[in-house]
Each structure stands twice: as C-alpha cells, then as structure tokens.
C-alpha cells in the first residue's frame, strides 16, 4: 500500500489513541461520520483545510497524518523481518504496521537495533578469548595466582602442627597472592571491558594503531598538505604508548603521505563527485595502481568505505572497519573472503558482491586486488600484498536475482552450516 494511502489509517489510529468516538470527531470537524467512516477506511483522499482541522482536532501535526513513520524506522522493521519465514506480501506491510502500531514498531525495531549490538559485542569478546596473546596471558596470571593462593590455603587447613614461623610465612605468601590476583582480575576486566575495567582500552600494537587512526577518522590532511611530519604526529599521538604500535604507525602514515603525493585528496574528492568511482577508472585517471586507489578512497571520510590490507600469509595488516562488515582482530578471517582470492593471482583485480552471514541487510561490493612489494631480487620470491575495499552496496542490491556470496567474519563466530572452508566449529550453532 502506497504511503499516502494510509492517512485514513493513521486518522483512525490517532482517534483511538486520543479516545474519541468515531461521531465525536466527525462533529467537532464539520463532517458526517460515515464520511470520516470512509476517511479512515482510505476510502476518501483527504486534504487542506478538512486535514488540518482533523490534525488539529487530534493535537497532532498534520505530517504525522500524512507522512506517517519515518523511514528509518520502517526499514528497522524491514530489516527485523529478514530471515524470517514471512511472506514477501507480509513483509511489506511493515510501513502499515508502523503507522498502526508506532509504539509497538519502535519497540520491535529498538529490539532489533540491540541484537545487532549485542551480536558485535559477542564476535568481538570471542575472537579476543579465542585468539588474543595478551588476554591469554592475563587469564594464565589469574588462574596460577588463583592455585598458588588454594594451595597455601591448604596446607595451612590441613596441618595443625605448622611451626609459627612457618605459618607465618605462609600467611604472606597468601597475602602477597590475592593482592596479585586483585591487580590481575583488574587487568583482565580491562581487556573484557574497557568502560569498567581499569586497565588500559588497548591490549595490543595493532589496538593502539587502531585507536589512533579512529581518533583522527582515519584522515590526515595536515600531514598531506605538509603542515605536519609523521615523527610530529607520532609523537604527539596519546594512544601510542609502545615502541611497537609507534613503529606501525609509523609505517601506516609514510605510506599515506606518498600515496597523497601521487593523488590529492581534492583532486580525488572532484572525481568523486563526478560520479567516477569504479577504483579501476579512478586508477586509470590519476595513473597510479588499483591499490594505492583503494587506500586513498579510505582516507575519504565522506566516502564511507572499509579496507582491509593481508600480507601473503593471509595475516591483516590493516583494518579500516565498515558498519555490518566485521573483521576480526586476532586470529585468522574467513578464507572466502575475496581479499584471499586476490593473492592467488597478482594483478588481477576481483570485484564480488557479498553479504555478511547473519546479517541480512549488510550486503557489500568488495574490489580486491594483490600485487609485489618492494624490489625484485633474482631467485628471491617477491613480497605479495593484498588490498580490499569494502563499499555498502545499494539499496537495490538486496533485490536484484543474483544472489550475493555468503561469508562470515571468522569461522569461530560463523553461523553458517555445512561450509566446506570451516576450520573449527562455530560458538554460534544456532546462528543469531
């Protein structure tokens, strides 16, 4: 049903809301009531001065009548819908059942936005158990100091004839272990939980690198325009407290201020707005690789896109996340990803449509691309680098008869049954 026919809907529902008899209405507005009878049964288009007066009669603004939810929360419901075993006639309703219901629709789709977070949080609490040293080694501390602090425990409990200098010595050793244990279960409430833990957000050189480029929108235009060098930057930069991250930023940041060298961000902004954004056109217009291409369009930070960076081991170096593409920490990603297909054949460039597996509506256009770095050396194997860009696909896409490839983030938070590049079994054998 089309938007504006559901005025008459909406009339009747704001009548019920605001406790009026049908006659009531109709009486305070000047009209018969089987008039309005045929009003709110969309049977009569309404407008001017009668849809005011009946706007005003219900102490609602006459856009509410007219235009109904907003969009957003329509295609909360929508989204909320995907998955489920509803008919495609059903599922269109969803605009109907907002303008019936709006409490009840913003309690579904506020529902619906909370499992999405929840479904994050759960992926990244568990690629972190599963594959972060540091935490590993901060449960380790927790579990052995918990044994030592039992183990004295026990030996004070079960002998009774302890010599006083002995037993004294046993209650310090005590006393020493759980203040450990009390500064160790801090630290690892830290990694769980940086909100109310008191150890530091940032377990690892890669987090450090990653917050640092979130604090800056993964944008550096003083240092593109020379106002800034990278040792200034670095420096100044709070979240770098290790020599490691430092040096990886380091990195990161020299090879951005060359690529900005090659390609201006304004000059890049223009093509944009031109409509060029095909990465192998954009490479073709500025003369530089498809690479270096799809690391400055993830320096736009109007563009919106992701970027994910693997050495030839399949290791991420780099991570720019995009909303509903997950990519994992630490550990090892989805070997379906197009990003793994580009390192089998350098130079090519691979473009696939994918959608992330539990996510109906997060559906991407992914360009990947490999290619040697540094040198050729005789005999030596060339270093393979793999570049991917992660753009939300359009609106349409859900709609169109190919269907778009399933991937998940990493098999561990993988809802996907029966795939034949799993490497270990999923915490989520269910699926969300």
């Given at each position: 049903?089309?938007?504006?026919?559901?005025?008459?809907?909406?009339?009747?529902?704001?009548?019920?809301?605001?406790?009026?008899?049908?006659?009531?209405?109709?009486?305070?507005?000047?009209?018969?009531?089987?008039?309005?009878?045929?009003?709110?049964?969309?049977?009569?288009?309404?407008?001017?001065?009668?849809?005011?007066?009946?706007?005003?009669?219900?102490?609602?603004?006459?856009?509410?009548?007219?235009?109904?939810?907003?969009?957003a929360?329509?295609?909360?419901?929508?989204?909320?819908?995907?998955?489920?075993?509803?008919?495609?006639?059903?599922?269109?309703?969803?605009?109907?059942f907002?303008?019936?219901?709006?409490?009840w629709?913003?309690?579904?789709?506020?529902?619906?936005?909370?499992?999405?977070?929840?479904?994050?949080?759960?992926e990244?609490?568990?690629?972190?158990?599963?594959?972060?040293?540091?935490?590993?080694?901060?449960?380790?501390?927790?579990?052995?100091?918990?044994?030592?602090?039992?183990?004295?425990?026990?030996?004070?409990?079960?002998?009774?004839?302890?010599?006083?200098?002995w037993?004294?010595?046993?209650?310090?050793?005590?006393?020493?272990?759980?203040?450990?244990?009390?500064?160790?279960?801090?630290?690892?409430?830290?990694?769980?939980?940086?909100?109310t833990?008191?150890?530091?957000?940032?377990?690892?050189?890669?987090?450090?690198?990653?917050?640092?480029?979130?604090?800056?929108d993964?944008?550096?235009?003083?240092?593109?325009?020379?106002?800034?060098?990278?040792?200034?930057?670095?420096?100044?930069?709070?979240?770098?407290?290790?020599?490691?991250?430092?040096?990886?930023a380091?990195?990161?940041?020299?090879?951005?201020?060359?690529?900005?060298?090659?390609?201006?961000?304004?000059?890049?902004?223009?093509?944009?707005?031109?409509?060029?954004?095909?990465?192998?056109?954009?490479?073709?217009?500025?003369?530089?690789?498809?690479?270096?291409?799809?690391?400055?369009?993830?320096?736009?930070?109007?563009?919106?896109?992701?970027?994910?960076?693997?050495?030839?081991?399949?290791?991420?170096?780099?991570?720019?996340?995009?909303?509903?593409?997950?990519?994992?920490?630490?550990?090892?990603?989805?070997?379906?990803?197009?990003?793994?297909?580009?390192?089998?054949?350098?130079?090519?460039?691979?473009?696939?449509?994918?959608?992330?597996?539990g996510?109906?509506?997060?559906?991407?256009?992914?360009?990947?691309?490999?290619?040697?770095?540094?040198?050729?050396?005789?005999?030596?194997?060339?270093?393979?680098?793999?570049?991917?860009?992660?753009?939300?696909?359009?609106?349409?896409?859900?709609?169109?008869?190919?269907?778009a490839?399933?991937?998940?983030?990493?098999?561990?938070?993988?809802?996907?049954?029966?795939?034949?590049?799993?490497?270990?079994?999923?915490?989520?054998?269910?699926?969300?």
């Open positions: 049903m089309a938007r504006e026919a559901l005025t008459g809907t909406r009339i009747r529902e704001r009548r019920v809301m605001a406790g009026y008899k049908q006659s009531d209405l109709a009486r305070q507005i000047g009209i018969s009531a089987s008039y309005l009878n045929l009003i709110e049964h969309n049977r009569r288009r309404i407008g001017g001065k009668l849809l005011l007066d009946i706007a005003q009669a219900l102490a609602v603004e006459a856009s509410a009548l007219t235009e109904g939810a907003e969009a929360l329509i295609a909360a419901l929508r989204d909320a819908g995907e998955g489920t075993p509803m008919t495609e006639a059903e599922a269109m309703r969803a605009e109907e907002a303008g019936r219901f709006p409490g629709a913003e309690a579904l789709a506020a529902a619906h936005r909370k499992i999405a977070g929840l479904e994050r949080t759960v990244s609490l568990s690629d972190r158990l599963a594959h972060d040293p540091a935490l590993a080694a901060s449960v380790h501390e927790v579990l052995s100091t918990a044994a030592s602090i039992r183990s004295t425990a026990s030996i004070l409990a079960g002998d009774k004839d302890i010599a006083p200098e037993r004294d010595r046993f209650h310090a050793n005590i006393d020493a272990d759980s203040r450990r244990l009390a500064e160790s279960s801090k630290t690892l409430v830290g990694f769980l939980d940086a909100e833990g008191e150890a530091a957000s940032t377990s690892s050189p890669q987090e450090e690198v990653e917050a640092f480029l979130l604090a800056h993964y944008s550096f235009e003083a240092l593109e325009k020379g106002r800034t060098d990278v040792p200034t930057l670095i420096a100044a930069a709070p979240e770098l407290s290790s020599h490691a991250s430092r040096h990886i380091a990195g990161i940041l020299t090879r951005l201020k060359a690529d900005s060298t090659r390609v201006a961000m304004s000059d890049l902004r223009a093509a944009l707005a031109a409509n060029i954004t095909d990465p192998i056109d954009l490479s073709e217009k500025f003369g530089v690789s498809i690479a270096r291409i799809m690391r400055r369009l993830a320096s736009v930070p109007e563009y919106g896109c992701g970027l994910v960076v693997s050495d030839r081991s399949g290791s991420l170096l780099f991570r720019k996340g995009i909303e509903g593409f997950t990519i994992p920490r630490f550990g090892a990603a989805c070997p379906l990803w197009p990003l793994f297909q580009g390192l089998s054949q350098p130079g090519q460039v691979v473009h696939q449509r994918v959608r992330m597996a996510r109906a509506d997060a559906v991407f256009d992914c360009y990947a691309t490999a290619q040697p770095m540094g040198r050729v050396v005789l005999n030596v194997p060339p270093l393979i680098e793999a570049t991917m860009l992660i753009v939300r696909a359009p609106n349409a896409a859900r709609n169109e008869g190919t269907p490839t399933e991937i998940g983030a990493a098999c561990r938070i993988c809802p996907v049954a029966g795939c034949a590049a799993r490497r270990e079994p999923s915490i989520l054998s269910d699926g969300f």
